[in-house]
């Protein structure tokens, strides 16, 4: 129930969470023993990260276990959230920067899911670091995935999550997303990329987490490195 | 042809494949490009006409950049033709170093197209191009009907794909083409494909005479008068 009373409520409370995952995303990139098979040039890191995406899941289906807790992420539902299962489409666009501080943000970036069975839609909206409808910073990580076979970056951060409009005007609620690129550098030929989507429901009524699964269809792309 | 000429020939030979390759090389990477877009719903028939709708187009992409567009309706209705509510229209495409692409995802709930001969709970078409060092390709994995029926028969029961380009005659009206698929490109540096997952062309018999004896038509062409589309994405790549 942590994690979504604090998406609902009190996310300054995941701060802890947060510093785990911060130090994640500082640790050097470079001297991760596993390299990624997917391999191409130099691995994603924060500043001038760019990430491009979209498609469709169909939780609990195709279910990425193994690469779930990359990052300190934590178990599907482990923080109260239900599961959100069914259709889910979306498309996303985000490029991270570093702040003054040294901490990943989002520079810029669009990001639509739907979910379908419940008619739920989210948009979000980040121009010049901060999220358009609370004005506040979104904070990302970028990792390596357990399964060595690629990047993942989390859009979000507990600090603060980060806001979405829903259904065009029913209200705001935060919201949590993560893409992972499993075929990095190379043509999307198999359903390796992964997604996951948690949302509070304090204005859709549709409170849920994903699960990091793999997409029925469509392509995740790192474009920045 | 002496040694000394022989020399200087190979240093203008390696000079000219130089010179080509890093010409060649600019192009290809000049002509990189991406493009995508999706919409819900098309109506254009003499009963009544709406536009593609909601309709998201990719907003132009270069460098290694990278961009997203979305569109999305509560509901439309066009009287006696097509009404459907939960429209959503997504699409994104990007430019990388090792791989270039572009991904587009059209949905639209409740289905009811003239007066009930097809109905859907949800159509989503789902498709996306990818270009890089071995070669373009597309697909449309994740393009489903839930609970389609179309004269009276059920053609797919939950959620599930049909597949590509299945025509289903509809006496009287025309025809539709479920998941219909256009691919594009060489296969090598472009790629690209539409999915239009419901596409009802309608039809009327032009020209011709009624036999007096039976008082059929005879002779005449079928035309097509319009046509109704309910989830179109479409995505394109070139290296």
């Not at chain 1, 990430?51 to 482990?78: K, L, M």
């Not at chain 2, 567009?69 to 994104?92: K, Q, R, Y």
């Not at chain 2, 296969?187 to 062309?201: E, K, P, Q, R, W």
């Amino acid at each position: 129930m942590r994690t979504y009373l604090m998406l609902r409520f009190v996310p300054s409370l995941a701060a802890a969470a947060l510093l785990a995952t911060a130090c994640q995303d500082s640790r050097p990139l470079t001297s991760v023993a596993r390299k990624p098979s997917f391999w191409a040039g130099p691995p994603p890191n924060c500043p001038a990260g760019k990430w491009t995406g979209g498609g469709r899941i169909d939780p609990p289906s195709n279910y990425d276990a193994v690469d779930e807790p990359s990052g300190g992420q934590p178990p599907r539902y482990s923080d109260g959230l239900p599961p959100m299962n069914g259709k889910v489409t979306f498309g996303f666009n985000v490029f991270l920067a570093t702040d003054g501080d040294g901490r990943c943000v989002v520079e810029k970036g669009e990001i639509q899911v739907n979910h379908h069975p419940a008619k739920t839609s989210w948009h979000v909206s980040i121009h010049h670091g901060v999220d358009d409808f609370d004005n506040a910073p979104v904070f990302a990580a970028v990792f390596p995935d357990n399964s060595g076979r690629g990047f993942c970056v989390v859009v979000g951060l507990p600090e603060s999550f980060m806001t979405a409009r829903v259904n065009g005007n029913r209200g705001f609620e935060k919201v949590q997303f993560e893409a992972c690129d499993n075929d990095r550098g190379e043509r999307q030929n198999s359903r390796t990329d992964a997604m996951r989507w948690r949302a509070a429901g304090s204005a859709s009524g549709d409170a849920g987490d994903t699960g990091l699964t793999y997409l029925t269809g469509g392509n995740i792309v790192e474009h920045g490195s | 042809m002496n040694g000394k000429n022989m020399h200087w020939a190979h240093r203008l030979a390696a000079l000219g494949l130089l010179v080509g390759l890093t010409a060649g090389f600019a192009v290809v990477g000049a002509a990189q490009s991406v493009a995508g877009q999706a919409y819900s719903t098309y109506v254009n028939t003499p009963l009544g006409s709406s536009g593609q709708s909601p309709l998201a187009v990719l907003p132009a992409v270069s460098g290694t950049d990278g961009a997203e567009a979305d569109a999305a309706g509560d509901a439309l209705s066009v009287a006696g033709v097509l009404s459907s509510d939960f429209l959503n229209s997504i699409t994104s495409g990007e430019i990388g170093t090792g791989e270039t692409g572009a991904q587009s995802t059209a949905s639209a709930a409740s289905v009811n197209i003239l007066n009930g001969l097809i109905t859907a709970d949800e159509v989503v078409a789902n498709v996306m191009s990818s270009a890089a060092q071995d070669g373009a390709s597309s697909n449309a994995d994740g393009s489903t009907f839930t609970n389609l029926v179309v004269a009276g028969t059920p053609v797919t029961s939950g959620d599930g794909p049909v597949g590509p380009n299945t025509n289903i005659s509809l006496p009287g009206v025309g025809y539709v083409v479920l998941n219909e698929q256009i691919p594009s490109g060489d296969g090598v540096a472009t790629s690209g494909l539409t999915v239009n997952m419901i596409h009802v062309y309608l039809q009327s018999l032009v020209g011709g005479v009624v036999d007096p004896l039976t008082g059929r038509t005879v002779g005449g062409t079928l035309q097509t008068t319009g046509e109704v589309i309910v989830g179109s994405a479409s995505s394109t790549v070139t290296r």
